[in-house]
């Protein structure tokens, strides 16, 4: 090859180097105003929280089973058969759901079978809320929704329109002995996003 082959490819890398650099930075550039607008019209994908009753509303007043009182922190997902997002929702469960999550449906017949097939590893943790009354007692209407409880206690409640939002509110929960620390490391407290 010869003098002027070699500069000529020295010449065409340098300048493929150089128009890969600025499509990367106007990707970057991009990124950034696309953050900006959707941080300026509000689009960020969180949940919107919800303002409860006062009182404390507990699981005996939903109807629940009393055993869910003994439970630190747990979330109850209320979804409708008549909306699409509650069954993306539902769908997105279709694997299963941590323990600390259970489902209160309202629903008619024939919803109700499609939002079982969707969460039928979870059968147990499901409570047909056919009436409403539930999510009334709950002050809760809008769905997909979810109310965070402690030892039985409604504390949160925030409004969703993802199943990413759902599951950023599902509760970390850690095994005992790291809470409790090993005389060296300080303990660690368990938290919910």
Not at 21 to 46: M, N, P, S, W
Not at 124 to 149: C, E, F, Y
Not at 175 to 189: S, T, V, Y
């Amino acid at each position: 090859m010869s003098t002027l082959g070699l500069v000529l490819i020295a010449i065409a890398g340098t300048g493929l180097t150089l128009l890969v650099l600025t499509c990367c930075g106007a990707l970057v550039e991009v990124f950034q105003q696309l953050e900006q607008v959707r941080t300026t019209i509000k689009l960020d994908d969180k949940p919107i929280p919800l303002e409860l009753r006062s009182g404390g509303t507990s699981v005996t007043d939903l109807g629940l089973p009393p055993v869910l009182a003994e439970i630190p922190e747990m979330i109850l997902i209320f979804l409708s058969s008549k909306c699409v997002t509650c069954k993306s929702i539902a769908h997105a469960f279709r694997g299963g759901a941590p323990e600390r999550v259970w489902f209160i449906l309202e629903t008619d017949a024939d919803g109700r079978k499609e939002l079982s097939a969707a969460l039928s590893t979870t059968e147990s943790r499901i409570v047909w809320d056919k009436t409403g009354q539930i999510a009334k007692v709950a002050g809760i209407d809008i769905t997909p929704s979810v109310v965070t409880l402690s030892y039985g206690a409604i504390v949160r409640a925030y409004a969703v329109s993802s199943a990413h939002q759902v599951f950023a509110l599902i509760p970390t929960v850690l095994p005992a002995a790291i809470l409790q620390g090993n005389g060296d490391e300080p303990a660690i407290a368990a938290s919910t996003p």
